[in-house]
């Protein structure tokens, strides 16, 4: 074959590649797998050829081109800006760019607003605002993907072995506690569950073994069962109410308003949920419903009634002063 250049058909090239997979799949390596110019010959010959090469012709690296400086293509500009000689760019910026498009105004299918926006735009709206506002009811009920079978089981297993972060709990933490600050209900308050939802929500609480002991979210491994100290008598209780006027210190509610209720007295509320503990600061007064709502967020209610009590002798001293 005489030497010179050669073009290699395609049909040629694959069998090359096919070829060099098939001796590689079956552990084969290269001739040169493993040398290095201090062992072999050719190897440092080959290096001592392109070193000699880079001298005669040396090229500089891409990004040490020579540069030039160059006027901006729009003509209602007069910046000017510095690139490589191989750099294609025309425009100083992408505004300068964007201004060679021609524009248009066209009203917002909304509110019916002008709005001035380049041709090749695709925008019918004025803003984020209209935008939304014309999505309002498209995925509603029974419009929403979420709903069908299909999608529903792509997003269980989408979600599925995936865990919440430590830090995602407590964001969530505080942003339903400065929820209840502000005074923000849950969106499902005030309506009511159909009795379908009702007989679906019962069948899978039964599923699982019921709400009893350990089922249940808020065990605490049965504490609620141990008795009171003897030395949290009637003296004790009746002082507690004393001290906070005898009133719920959450909901307001005085002991007549409860006894006319529920027939029964303001309770003190261990604070810590230590029964044992029966400190003054651990003890305040609370109506029945709110002395069940306070088994939840435990955490939450401890320092929230700390805070108070605290806050309340603070400003008894000050006044006294």
């Known amino acids: 074959m005489k030497r010179g250049k050669y073009i290699r058909t395609e049909e040629c090239r694959k069998k090359s590649r096919d070829s060099r997979r098939a001796f590689l799949d079956k552990g084969g390596k290269p001739w040169n ?4 110019k201090e062992t072999d010959e050719r190897i440092a010959k080959y290096g001592r050829k392109c070193s000699k090469a880079k001298q ?3 090229k500089p690296a891409w990004n040490k081109l020579s540069r030039e400086i160059r006027a901006c293509a729009n003509l209602n500009c007069n910046n000017t800006f510095e690139v490589r000689i191989t750099d294609v760019k025309k425009y100083c910026s992408v505004d300068c760019y964007r201004k060679k498009i021609p524009k248009e105004v066209r009203t917002c299918s909304i509110c019916k607003k002008l709005f001035e926006v380049i041709i090749t735009s695709k925008r019918i709206f004025c803003s984020v605002k209209c935008s939304s506002k014309s999505k309002k009811g498209k995925f509603s009920g029974e419009k929403n993907p979420s709903k069908r079978p299909e999608v529903r089981i792509k997003i269980s297993k989408a979600l599925s072995g995936k865990s919440k972060s430590k830090e995602h709990i407590e964001h ?3 942003s339903s506690i400065e929820a209840y600050k502000n ?3 849950n969106p499902f308050s005030g309506k009511h569950h159909s009795e379908i939802s009702k007989q679906k929500t019962r069948k899978t609480i039964e599923s699982r073994g019921g709400r009893k002991k350990e089922n249940n979210g808020n065990w605490q491994g049965g504490i609620s069962l141990l008795p009171y100290p003897f030395d949290f008598d009637k003296d004790i209780k009746e002082f507690i109410r004393g001290r906070d006027n005898n009133t719920c210190q959450l909901c307001g509610k005085t002991g007549e308003q409860e006894k006319e209720q529920n027939g029964r007295k303001l309770c003190p509320h261990h604070i810590n949920y230590d029964k044992d503990d029966l400190f003054e ?3 305040i007064t609370l109506c029945d419903s709110c002395n069940g709502k306070v088994n939840f967020r435990r ?6 009634f ?4 605290l806050h309340g002798i603070i400003l008894k001293s000050q006044t006294a002063r």
């Not at 955490?299 to 929230?304: I, K, L, P």
């Not at 700390?306 to 009590?309: E, V």
């Open 56 to 58: 005669e012709n040396p």
């Open 299 to 304: 955490d939450f209610w401890e320092g929230y």
């Open 172 to 174: 969530l933490k505080k």
């Open 33 to 36: 797998y493993g040398l290095t």
């Open 183 to 185: 005074g923000r209900k």
């Open 306 to 309: 700390t805070f108070k009590l």
């Open 281 to 283: 600061l651990n003890l």
